[in-house]
């Protein structure tokens, strides 16, 4: 038995680091998983087969995040392949860090487009669905940067920022119909990405953590699967950090 036997998820971006885990731990507990990248094509159809092995169904959407028509589209495909939506998480997301000063109004809007906008496409998309099977839950993976802010991301600090707004005003518009709306704030979680990083800066950021490590991608894969499941039915509005303690 898993914590979400008979749910449908769909997940955007998740090719590789946390939306990928999130999809292999949804498998895992028994959702079936719809999946979108943009870039990572191969990664993205070779996850396909990782999932249904599972024993659950899975398919990979190759949708861009950022585009209001196309979040339309994939989330009637999904409904239609899938027979049902139960679970959006809304995970694709890009920098692109400069201090301000430097920071042109492309980098801006792309961060913004993709990182923010996206999370409104897709729950535009999918109330109808939610409200007349009168229930859904949805996650949109936030980061502490959108709570504290951080120098030289102030396009990526205020789209997750937004998300923190916009998810709590989607609790509080839709919990009548029993929709849940959370966040999750990552804190430093170690990906391929990090791996690449100066190793000594990187110890120093574990060691300013409580918990004296870098987060895992299933560290927020867990959180997520706590809040899709019906362990978390009474929660809605929340933002969840998944920090170590960074910011507390
Ligand atoms: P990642 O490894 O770079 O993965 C990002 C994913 O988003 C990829 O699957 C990518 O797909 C997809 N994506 C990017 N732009 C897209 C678009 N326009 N449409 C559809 N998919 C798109 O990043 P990550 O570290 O796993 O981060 C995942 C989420 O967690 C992000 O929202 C990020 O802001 C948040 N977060 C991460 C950390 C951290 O320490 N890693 C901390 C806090 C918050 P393609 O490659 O196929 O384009």
């Known amino acids: 038995m898993g914590l979400l036997d008979g749910k449908t998820a769909l997940i955007t971006g998740a090719s590789k680091g946390i939306g990928k885990a999130i999809a292999i731990t949804y498998a895992k507990e028994g959702a079936n998983v719809a999946f979108t990248y943009l870039s990572s094509v191969e990664k993205g159809q070779a996850l396909e087969g990782e999932l249904a092995a599972f024993g659950v169904q899975a398919k990979g959407y190759r949708s861009d995040a950022s585009d209001f028509e196309a979040a339309g589209e994939l989330v009637n495909n999904v409904i239609a392949d899938f027979g049902g939506l139960h679970i959006l998480i809304n995970n694709a997301g890009i920098t692109k860090d400069n201090l301000l000063m430097r920071m042109t109004e492309e980098m801006w809007d792309q961060v913004v487009n993709v990182n923010l906008k ?42 997750k920022a937004g ?31 990090t791996e690449v990083l100066d190793e000594k800066t990187v110890q120093g950021w574990r060691d300013a953590i409580p918990l004296k490590r870098g987060g895992t991608p299933e560290d927020v ?15 809605t509005g929340q933002v969840l950090q998944v920090d170590g303690g960074m910011l507390t």
Do not use: W
């Open 163 to 193: 998300i923190v707004g916009f998810t709590k005003s989607v609790a509080l518009e839709l919990g009548s119909r029993g929709i849940r709306s959370n966040a999750v704030a990552p804190g430093f979680i170690e990906t391929e990405m």
């Open 221 to 235: 894969a867990q959180a997520c699967v706590f809040l899709g499941s019906d362990h978390s039915t009474y929660i």
């Open 118 to 159: 996206s999370c409104f496409n897709t729950v535009k998309a999918s109330t109808r669905n939610f409200m007349k099977q009168r229930g859904g839950s949805i996650i949109n993976i936030t980061s502490v940067v959108g709570l504290r802010g951080n120098a030289g991301q102030a396009n990526y600090s205020a789209s």
